[in-house]
């Protein structure tokens, strides 16, 4: 999902960690917490980043006649990456600083505790399915490049464009953009539609997780990355540990967002670390955030990762589910949301939050 945020205010009544109750969650507190109108605990669940209902539909429906969890979640995302409207995923993503797409992934299976990986690879739009391949057909956890193309293609994927008109005119605006000490005259082009507005630096990703009746967990995190990004440039989506982690005997959490802040801090691995300790999944994802705001105040200016006031200066959000079905989300600054198929009902759901966006 896309993360854009203006200005922002820290939550003055704080954010404690642990036995104490947040005052930053999202609005709906017992849906939050996977209790109320849900299914009841041993139903399947799903869980994506906001823009992953459709993803939760698929992987609900295949999860409901029995399916893999693994095969459900990347089902789901390869909705999400086939779609050239979504633009931080798959077909469609925004380019490298070259105008080249680059797309990350990575898979993990709760029950064989397995995971595989492609990071920086081009030219393929469901990533998802050549990290599950890597899982499943090699002793490696993570290709790159042009060995994971390579790869690819002996499995009998197909090298496509990957770059639509709309990610080439974005990725030209900016380029334009750049300096007035190039060669490059500004405003040249068309006006961009309403939605790329904003071509700073832009970033999204999908992430989906699942659960199904028999208590088996397995997630999917896929991404095209950081717009504009150095050429090669690894986010966290691929990382395990930092774009997803699955411990079948705890849960399953993953993240969309500045990538560099979670591999920092292997964050998602802490969310499953934290709900082994007995938080509950909202609360495993603040206290990853929290701490995460807290390194982020050691980290060089120069990486303008924090603010004026030494708060995070950038977007990062967390989802999670428990061994028992229950579910969270939260993010670093309020505003977000996150999809959950909760057996009964699939909707969009508030984000809990560290800050509070100011609006
Ligand atoms: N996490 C992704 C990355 O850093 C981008 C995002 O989710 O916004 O590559």
Redesign the pocket.
Known sequence: MN?RFSRRDFLKTGVTVGAATFSGRGRDLLAGTGQGTTAPAGSPRVVSSGNGLRAAEKAMEILNKGGDPLEAVVAGVNIVEDDPNDM?VGYGGLPNEDGVVEL?ASVMDGPTHTSGAVASIRNIKNPSKVAKLVMERTTHCLLVGKGALKFALAHGFKKENLLTDKAREAWLRWKEALSDRDNWLPAQIKKLPEDLQPVMMT???INCIAIDAHGRLAGVTT?S??SWKIPGRI???PIIGA?LYVDNAVGAAG?????EANIRTCASFQVVNFMGQGMSPEQACLKALETIAGKAKLWPQALKLVDADGRPGFGLNFYALNKKGEFGGATMWSGAKYAVHDGRKNELRECAFLYKTKN
Do not use: A, K, M, Q
């Open positions: 993360s931080s990350d970033h999204g990703t991404t990355g950081l986010g966290d989506s774009g993240s969309t967002g500045l990538g």
